[in-house]
């Protein structure tokens, strides 16, 4: 069975850190390029970084950048989202998607990426 599985997700106080995990069984992740979205309280799911196949290329939008870090352990089939500085605001689901296209895995969407993980939530809090 192919899917995609977020890990790593908690409670967490503000400045603190966490690492995502998003392990992919049944295809190989280094083939694909990688999106993380998180989806806050009454919001919609956003998307904030990706990563292009074979690392080429990363994006972050300007409220995670140099703050979060995308990393591939292909030898894991995984991909790591380091989160440090954590904010209240940053309390969401967070999700991984993987796809073939950069743009497609950024976006999240025009298509929907090949496979899409079932969320791993993320509460930073005092």
């Known amino acids: 069975q192919k899917q995609l599985a977020e890990s790593g997700g908690g409670l967490v106080q503000p400045g603190g850190s966490l690492r995502l995990s998003c392990a992919a069984s049944?295809?190989?992740?280094?083939?694909?390029?990688i999106g993380w979205f998180r989806q806050a309280p009454g919001k919609e799911r956003e998307g904030f970084s990706c990563?292009?196949?074979?690392?080429?290329?990363?994006y972050y939008v300007d409220d995670v950048k140099g703050r979060f870090t995308i990393a591939r352990d292909s030898a894991k089939n995984t991909v790591y989202l380091q989160m440090n500085s954590l904010k209240p605001e940053d309390t969401g689901l967070y999700y991984c998607?993987?796809?073939?296209?950069?743009?497609?895995?950024?976006?999240?969407?025009?298509?929907?990426?090949?496979?899409w993980g079932q969320g791993t939530q993320v509460t930073v809090s005092s």
């Open positions: 990563i292009s196949i074979g690392d080429k290329t990363s």
């Open positions: 049944g295809f190989t992740l280094a083939d694909y390029a």
């Open positions: 998607a993987a796809d073939p296209s950069f743009a497609v895995a950024c976006a999240g969407d025009r298509p929907p990426p090949d496979y």
